[in-house]
T-cell receptor
């Protein structure tokens, strides 16, 4: 099993450009999450999904959109990138049981110039 | 709202010495608590977790953590550190609610001296 995979690993954007980050999991997990990691701030939740076709806002959702058309995939979109969105993005998935353990992907490093 | 504080941003420890990382949480009920480790350039790996029962929890790589409700703490310990333990460590608290969301602390970076 590959676990949680993320595409791409690195990306550089110019301000105003758009892009989509792809997260895929092969563990048949119901729940999926997108986080951003910034120095000294730990991981902050952007959006999450509790099942195929559902999405919900997390702590820092502004400037991002998500979609969960298939259970195994969770897409994070930036419609008009800003330098403040320079960060490392992590996707995670979890079985949705009471104990909410999450399994993380390797991350995507995004730089917005 | 739940929150997690990791008071130490950086810790330097000699190889073979003991290590303790502090974590304080704020949550209105009995929490789910986690410690994750992130090696450079990698994703997060779960070290251990607490849900209920025995307050001393054993994890992978020789780590353990103790839940102290009276102090709202969940400190991580290792008796003898190896050079491979150099990494960033994150404490997290989980909500027993829709979404099973985690709230992370700011992290503690551990440097191991030879």
């Amino acid at each position: 099993n590959a676990g949680v995979t993320q595409t791409p690993k690195f990306r550089v954007l110019k301000t105003g450009q758009s892009m989509t980050l792809l997260c895929a999991q092969d563990m048949n997990h119901e729940y999926m999450y997108w986080y951003r990691q910034d120095p000294g701030m730990g991981l902050r939740l952007i959006h999450y999904s509790v099942g195929e076709g559902t999405t919900a806002k997390g702590e820092v959702p502004d400037g991002y959109n998500v979609s969960r058309l298939k259970k195994q995939n969770f897409l994070l979109g930036l419609e008009s990138a800003a330098p403040s969105q320079t960060s490392v993005y992590f996707c995670a998935s979890g079985p949705g049981l009471a104990y909410n353990e999450q399994f993380f992907g390797p991350g995507t490093r995004l730089t917005v110039l | 709202a739940q929150s997690v504080t990791q008071p130490d941003i950086h810790i330097t420890v000699s190889e073979g010495a003991s290590l303790e990382l502090r974590c304080n949480y704020s949550y209105g009920a009995t929490p789910y608590l986690f410690w994750y480790v992130q090696s450079p350039g990698q994703g997060l790996q779960l070290l251990l977790k607490y849900f209920s029962g025995d307050t001393l929890v054993q994890g992978i790589k020789g780590f353990e953590a103790e839940f102290k409700r009276s102090q709202s703490s969940f400190n991580l310990r290792k008796p003898s550190v190896h050079w491979s333990d150099a990494a960033e460590y994150f404490c997290a608290v989980g909500a027993r609610a829709a979404g099973n969301k985690l709230t992370f602390g700011g992290g503690t970076r551990v440097l191991v001296k030879p």
